[in-house]
DNA sequence: AGGAGCTATAGATCACGTCTATGATCAATA
DNA sequence: TATTGATCATAGACGTGATCTATAGCTCCT
């Protein structure tokens, strides 16, 4: 039974319409050709599929049989092909992003915003975790992009840079001496420090950066999330070392201060990671887009 | 969306396997065949369907979810083929015969029980009728085929003469003195007859018969099957006119015996009665050729 | 009798499905 | 590190078979 899937397709619209004529029509076929498919197909059954009178066709019982079958099957067909145009159009579909809670909240979320307008029958699943947590989830598939700081150095990986923040120390009123001050980073170390505490990208860039001047940084307080950095600070814990966007609030009600220091932090990039050489969903490249 | 139905065959091996080698294997294609094809479907959608990696292909999300219907519409096709083997090898199937009574009791019995010894699978369908009845079921495609006295003169049907019958008048012990005599017509018509009531081919071929030699023949008693025909020439109503093969049984008992006449009664032939230029199904074309 | 449907058949044509040959990439070996 | 053996992709050639046009045959209806 070496049978030409097409041959159902014709099967199909001929018993639909009862009229081989017909079918030709609707499949841009000519009558011929309807009535040679037909003929193919009961030859390769041995079976008489339908009766033909001078009104069309109609099945025999052995052709209701088969019809029985392949109505179901072509019905799934058509909606295999809408789904799959529903997926193409962003009608539909689903976009797994990963990375930190604080990018999420201070810079994913109004591109997610905006796309979920855009898109709303995208599903949107955000999974949060470290940037090494980030890659393992993209290398196994569980997300369609990671939104992570830079560098990232990993050959099966592509990152598009995307944007800089600027981290910086911030103090609250318990520190307000320092508000007009210029300090070196002696100066600064001579304070208690507040550093996120786990294996972060930002914890390990502004480590490096103390090192190249030859220092070594530690921090007084470890925690585990921007908000308690933020929040330590305010309530004079300590100077909490912090993506300045992520305290633009602060800053601006006065709540948080920067430190200014005489020697240039340098600003990190955020990039969006995607598995190399491995075809985006369209929801993740038009994601992508989008961001640009 | 023109696709060629094929094109999800081909989709449906290389998901299954997770392999274009694998599934050119199983199609008996070439592995840039199926590539190719694998292609067609994606730029079709506009979709990618497979991560391919050096240990094969994998099925991304929206792969995943054309293979969600895809796979479904495959083994529906997979059952209608071997449905179909089935309905060609007569493993299944149904075969819905017309006919009186008496000719399935005495006659079509034996060939049926033939038939479903070699054909168990086969559903087998009796409705009884006269001729007239049973052709229009034929015509309303109620049944695949009848079985009919003859002459049948109908265009639209076609009649596969079969076999013989001789009908012929009986008697019991009440007409015992009958016995070894030879009647004329004449003679035979002073005795009370016994017809079937019904419009049938018997009836009117012997009021025919009596025609064409100048009598008319009047029953004195009309009865409304061959049963009672039988019955009541036993328990000496009358003369039955009945079919020889339908009282083999009596006739050897002793029960009841044959009127001789003096002229010849001409036997009545069976036919197999089906739609012209229809197609028979599998079944009741066997079942034609075992009754040949 | 003629016309208007329908399907079947015959024969020609050419698109396209399939092939072979080869390249590119990757992973697991030696 | 080079090698081998998988994988899939690409290019180009080939030939089959799907499709076409033209026509016939049939049935029903006017």
Avoid at 172 to 185: F, H, N, P, Q
Wanted: with cysteine; net charge negative.
């Amino acid at each position: 039974m070496i049978n030409n899937y097409e041959l159902y397709k014709v099967f199909y619209w001929a018993a639909k319409t009862g009229s081989l004529t017909q079918a030709a029509k609707t499949l841009y076929l000519t009558q011929p050709s309807v009535s040679h498919a037909i003929k193919q197909l009961e030859d390769s059954f041995g079976l008489i599929l339908f009766y033909r009178n001078s009104k069309g066709v109609e099945l025999t019982q052995e052709g209701a049989v088969l019809y029985s079958y392949i109505e179901k099957s072509q019905i799934l067909i058509s909606l295999a092909e809408e789904k799959m145009a529903a997926l193409k159009n962003l009608d539909n579909g689903e976009l797994r992003i990963g990375g930190s809670d604080s990018l999420f909240k201070h810079y994913v979320l109004p591109y997610l915003e905006d796309f979920h307008e855009k898109h709303p029958g995208i599903k949107l699943h955000l999974n949060h975790g470290t940037t090494p947590e980030v890659i393992s989830f993209l290398k196994e598939g569980r997300i369609d992009l990671g939104v992570v700081r830079m560098p990232i150095v990993d050959s099966q990986l592509e990152v598009r840079e995307s944007f800089q923040l600027q981290d910086c120390f911030v103090a609250g009123a318990r520190y307000a001496e320092l508000k007009d001050m210029v300090l070196s980073l002696e100066m600064l170390l001579k304070y208690p420090i507040i550093l996120f505490s786990r294996n972060s990208r930002a914890r390990m860039a502004i480590t490096e950066i103390f090192q190249s001047y030859g220092y070594t940084i530690k921090p007084e307080i470890e925690v585990g999330s921007v908000d308690l950095l933020i929040e330590f600070a305010r309530r004079g814990l300590g100077i909490s070392y912090v993506t300045r966007e992520f305290v633009s609030k602060e800053l601006e009600e006065g709540s948080l201060f920067e430190i200014q220091l005489d020697v240039p932090l340098p600003p990190s990039h955020v990039g969006i990671m995607t598995m190399r050489n491995m075809p985006l969903t369209s929801a993740a490249s038009r994601f992508i887009e989008l961001v640009r």
